[in-house]
């Protein structure tokens, strides 16, 4: 229930700051909304199709107050995007929580690189929103980092989650021509993360015949302990991943277009090679075992 320390000084400092932006309230009432969820599961342990119905309605609920992503030309594929997007997202963090300080670092440095992207576009309103999220996680982290004394639990992770999401549904200025594809391409970046440990352990379970909603130690940081790294050198692994991911999201947008699509496509075959590495580590005592 650690989860709570960051989430109260993130309002408080919020509030504090006196700033807004547009749909600012509509945000922080739908992450309080998952704080609730993740609160109610840390206290009685509601079945996952449970949460999953909160999370559905956090996103029914910013997207019914005209948040959503603008990736596509069709607007009902990208409500549909968007409920994936956040509701993957926020699962992502709750799974990414399995380590000390891991899910916490990376929130953090994900963070700081919105907070940036939006400082860079003029948009101080939301970079002040995300550099509080950002300072509180840090915060948090040198109590969470290992060996870790306290600990976010579902409430703390899902918020974060949901929060990180909704930072792509914030609209920002693009002048480019290739706006567009780097609207899509820079969230992704700075979740990639997330997404690479979610889409790992999923691929690899399936492949095993285990079924995706089942626990385990096999998710990209205990396979990089499995190989012989410290649980604190495979954290700080996933955090340089994070960080390479982040600035390679702030540059997409000042380079040219094939450059960048370049530099794309080049950085995900990397995390593919290294998740195909990854996912060949034995984890499994057998496809039924634990």
Request: proline fraction near 2%; charge should be neutral.
């Given at each position: 229930?650690?989860?709570?320390?960051?989430?109260?000084?993130?309002?408080?400092?919020?509030?504090?700051?006196?700033?807004?932006?547009?749909?600012?309230?509509?945000?922080?009432?739908?992450?309080?909304?998952?704080?609730?969820?993740?609160?109610?599961?840390?206290?009685?342990?509601?079945?996952p199709y449970q949460k999953l119905v909160g999370q559905v309605l956090g996103a029914a609920w910013i997207i019914s107050q005209g948040m959503a992503l603008h990736w596509m030309d069709l607007p009902w594929l990208n409500v549909?995007?968007?409920?994936?997007?956040?509701?993957?997202?926020?699962?992502?963090?709750?799974?990414?929580?399995?380590?000390?300080?891991?899910?916490?670092?990376?929130?953090?440095?994900?963070?700081?690189?919105?907070?940036?992207?939006?400082?860079?576009?003029?948009?101080?309103?939301?970079?002040?929103?995300?550099?509080?999220?950002?300072?509180?996680?840090?915060?948090?982290?040198?109590?969470?980092?290992?060996?870790?004394?306290?600990?976010?639990?579902?409430s703390g992770a899902m918020f974060i989650g949901f929060t990180l999401a909704s930072a792509a549904l914030l609209p920002i200025s693009?002048?480019?021509?290739?706006?567009?594809?780097?609207?899509?391409?820079?969230?992704?970046?700075?979740?990639?993360?997330?997404?690479?440990?979610?889409?790992?352990?999923?691929?690899?379970?399936?492949?095993?015949?285990?079924?995706?909603?089942?626990?385990?130690?096999?998710?990209?940081?205990?396979?990089?302990?499995?190989?012989?790294?410290?649980?604190?050198?495979?954290?700080?692994?996933?955090?340089?991943?994070?960080?390479?991911?982040?600035?390679?999201?702030?540059?997409?947008?000042?380079?040219?277009?094939?450059?960048?699509?370049?530099?794309?496509?080049?950085?995900?075959?990397?995390?593919?090679?290294?998740?195909?590495?990854?996912?060949?580590?034995?984890?499994?005592?057998?496809?039924?075992?634990?």
């Amino acid at each position: 229930m650690g989860g709570g320390a960051f989430f109260i000084a993130v309002l408080i400092s919020y509030f504090f700051a006196a700033r807004s932006f547009p749909n600012a309230n509509v945000l922080l009432l739908g992450s309080t909304w998952l704080f609730v969820v993740g609160l109610i599961d840390d206290l009685v342990r509601i079945r996952p199709y449970q949460k999953l119905v909160g999370q559905v309605l956090g996103a029914a609920w910013i997207i019914s107050q005209g948040m959503a992503l603008h990736w596509m030309d069709l607007p009902w594929l990208n409500v549909g995007l968007t409920f994936f997007w956040v509701v993957g997202i926020t699962n992502a963090f709750n799974l990414l929580d399995n380590m000390d300080g891991l899910a916490a670092g990376i929130a953090g440095i994900a963070s700081l690189f919105f907070a940036g992207r939006f400082a860079w576009h003029g948009q101080l309103d939301q970079a002040l929103f995300y550099g509080i999220l950002a300072m509180a996680l840090l915060a948090f982290l040198v109590y969470n980092f290992n060996p870790a004394s306290i600990f976010m639990g579902d409430s703390g992770a899902m918020f974060i989650g949901f929060t990180l999401a909704s930072a792509a549904l914030l609209p920002i200025s693009q002048s480019d021509a290739d706006g567009n594809f780097v609207r899509i391409a820079a969230p992704i970046l700075m979740m990639s993360v997330p997404i690479f440990d979610t889409t790992l352990v999923t691929v690899c379970r399936i492949r095993n015949g285990r079924a995706v909603s089942q626990g385990g130690r096999d998710h990209s940081s205990h396979r990089l302990v499995a190989l012989g790294l410290s649980e604190r050198q495979a954290v700080l692994v996933l955090y340089s991943i994070a960080m390479i991911s982040g600035l390679l999201s702030l540059f997409l947008d000042q380079i040219a277009f094939g450059l960048s699509a370049f530099l794309l496509a080049a950085y995900g075959l990397l995390l593919v090679g290294f998740g195909w590495f990854l996912g060949r580590v034995a984890v499994y005592a057998s496809k039924t075992g634990n």
